[in-house]
């Protein structure tokens, strides 16, 4: 970190979600966990535990105001948003701050706007003006506007998927806070879209993607005045009128190169647009894997359809079903969000038979199961994450109870979407997951890196609001390849920078 000349008041917090339109449950206060004050320095996580920690190490005066972290789910419910943002924007007037730092998704929409983080952004620009830096450290599947670039000094994402490297994205946010306050950066944003999102292959490790971040290393290393290359793969469920990849190169000053560096970055998705494929089993091909591998057991199942790590209820049974009907030699686990459930077997407690119908609350087209089990266990559901993905994060279930079925399935039944891209949401409920032959994920990608030396990953494609099908969702805004017909696009670069030129427009503020 580089040194400071005093200990600059910098306001940090964090206001995440990623909000899935198809997810017909709308997020409301409840399905936040919201500390505040300096609770939430206690153990933060993710990219406000790199910015705290960076921050402090360098000198800095942390400000902390609250952490409200929602997960994946449906769009946010406008009120509590407009509650969190004007809590936000009474701290910043009390407290004035040198800087802001905040830990924010990038795909957060309300049921009244799609672009959240561009309307927070700009209605704390509005408060402080043009000469207090403000930096944000993202998801790299954020829904990025222009709005959100014109608002901002510092607006960088994570570069790996599964996202290990949040907290060094905080590291950077603050370092590059620290710079601007010392005059030693100036920073300015290049930009350019590209209409198109990623059906699949979104892991950054292999394949096309993994070839996009190496050329930008390659770019960042020839350009000394290029301090970030950001790459956003955009949030698929989310409807705007600017959707797509994004490229964004941060310089210190312009760089002449930047805008042509932006335009080439994001041309690659467009050229290679046709490898972005996942290549996922169907249910059957997964179970008989299973059943036919003892060698790799325990399995962890992704269930790609259902993920709530991407903003699906997790209301599925067609795992469970699968497992119960036509694998009888199988042992495992099973995530079903149902909260009418969940209570009835919190009540009947530990010890009773019960017979309850599970799942398809939420999620149009899902059919339910009949399920009769003991209840091994119930609890809050609150457990904290462990993993590299999302280590430090309080997850809340809600009510929970397992249910034993068929004396080998564990069906976790929970009140709340479930967070199981960790062991932990399963060792939390004694489930003991050497035990099992498999257990079912409700993620795609993160759960791979929090249980590796623990379970064989694998991938199954099942239906469902969390994968990206061609026509599953009608765009009122939106126009992007493979959803549209979209010739060639005429990829251009932009710039932003926030400054004298700046409009502050107290009306556009809703």
Request: with cysteine; proline share 7%; aromatic share 6%.
């Amino acid at each position: 970190m580089p040194e400071i000349s005093r200990p600059y008041r910098i306001l940090v917090a964090r206001f995440c979600h990623e909000s899935h339109r198809l997810n017909p449950r709308l997020t409301h206060e409840e399905l936040f966990v919201v500390e505040r004050g300096h609770d939430i320095l206690r153990s933060p996580a993710g990219v406000l535990k790199g910015l705290t920690e960076a921050l402090v190490a360098a000198g800095a005066r942390i400000e902390p105001v609250f952490s409200a972290n929602g997960g994946a789910g449906g769009l946010v419910d406008h009120d509590f948003y407009v509650r969190m943002r004007e809590e936000l924007l009474d701290e910043v007037r009390r407290i004035k701050p040198d800087a802001i730092g905040l830990d924010l998704h990038g795909a957060m929409g309300t049921t009244e706007t799609p672009d959240a983080e561009g309307d927070l952004l700009q209605a704390l620009r509005h408060v402080v003006g043009p000469n207090v830096p403000i930096g944000i450290g993202l998801d790299l599947h954020g829904h990025i506007t222009p709005r959100m670039l014109d608002n901002t000094d510092i607006c960088i994402a994570c570069k790996e998927n599964p996202h290990s490297d949040f907290v060094e994205c905080g590291h950077k946010v603050a370092e590059l806070l620290i710079k601007q306050l010392e005059g030693r950066l100036k920073p300015v944003t290049v930009s350019a879209w590209v209409p198109m999102i990623l059906p699949g292959a979104g892991e950054t490790a292999s394949g096309p993607l993994a070839e996009i971040h190496a050329k930008a290393r390659e770019y960042a290393a020839l350009h000394p005045s290029i301090k970030d290359i950001s790459i956003y793969n955009v949030f698929r469920f989310t409807d705007d009128n600017e959707i797509g990849q994004v490229i964004t190169i941060l310089s210190d000053g312009p760089d002449a190169d930047a805008p042509s560096v932006a335009v080439d970055l994001a041309t690659h998705f467009w050229v290679e647009r046709e490898r972005f494929k996942d290549d996922l089993l169907t249910v059957d091909e997964v179970f008989a894997l299973v059943d036919s591998s003892p060698d790799k057991r325990p399995f962890a199942i992704g269930d790609m359809g259902d993920r709530t790590a991407a903003g699906a209820p997790g209301d599925g049974t067609i795992l469970l079903s699968a497992a119960l009907d036509d694998y009888p030699g199988l042992r495992g686990a099973v995530p079903i969000t149902d909260p009418v459930a969940a209570a009835r077997a919190v009540e009947a407690g530990v010890g009773a038979t019960v017979t309850l119908s599970v799942g398809a609350g939420f999620t149009p087209g899902f059919m339910p199961r009949l399920i009769t089990g003991r209840v091994e266990h119930v609890s809050d559901g609150n457990f904290i994450l462990k993993g590299p993905v999302g280590g430090g994060d309080l997850c809340a279930m809600g009510p929970t109870a397992v249910l034993k079925v068929d004396d080998r399935i564990h069906v976790l039944v929970t009140t709340k979407p479930a967070d199981t891209i960790d062991p932990a949401a399963f060792t939390s409920q004694n489930v003991v997951i050497e035990d099992l032959d498999f257990i079912v994920v409700k993620s795609g990608f993160h759960f791979v890196l929090n249980f590796a030396g623990l379970a064989t990953p694998v991938l199954v494609n099942t239906p469902g609001v969390g994968y990206y099908r061609k026509n599953q969702f009608e765009y009122q805004k939106a126009r992007f390849w493979p959803e549209h017909d979209i010739s060639t696009p005429a990829i251009t670069a932009r710039q932003h920078s926030v400054g004298p030129l700046h409009k502050y427009v107290a009306s556009a503020l809703k």
